[in-house]
């Protein structure tokens, strides 16, 4: 049972960068992998969610429109691809199982996202 998230960064304000979240076979058979993020002083948030089961997705008001979730079976992968990035934006992102906005308990270390000019 595994998640393990990469592709953090620096980048500035309008940019763009892509999480991958290599996920177990286990997980991706049975939960649905999203992603969320915590500021420094705020609490964690969800950020997104999709469940493959349905094909449905979760996005978070601040994002939407901005950030798209998806997911490469082959390579047991979820993806976040952030566009139009933001300075609040800034977090560390962690993959999880979800539904919705909210974790299901399997977490993946964080990586950490500064967008900054």
């Known amino acids: 049972v595994q998640l393990q998230a990469s592709g953090g960064g620096l980048v500035q304000p309008g940019g763009s960068l892509r999480l991958s979240c290599a996920a177990s076979?286990?997980?991706?058979?049975?939960?649905?992998i999203g992603w969320f993020r915590q500021a420094p002083g705020k609490e964690r948030e969800g950020v997104s969610c999709?469940?493959?089961?349905?094909?449905?997705?979760y996005y978070a008001d601040s994002v939407k429109g901005r950030f798209t979730i998806s997911r490469d079976n082959r390579k047991n992968t979820v993806y976040l691809q952030m566009n139009s990035l933001k300075p609040e934006d800034t977090a560390v992102y962690y993959c999880?199982?979800?539904?919705?906005?909210?974790?299901?308990?399997?977490w993946g270390q964080g990586t950490l996202v500064t967008v900054s000019s």
């Open positions: 999880a199982t979800c539904y919705g906005s909210v974790s299901l308990g399997y």
């Open positions: 999709f469940s493959s089961s349905d094909g449905s997705t």
């Open positions: 076979r286990f997980l991706l058979d049975y939960y649905a």
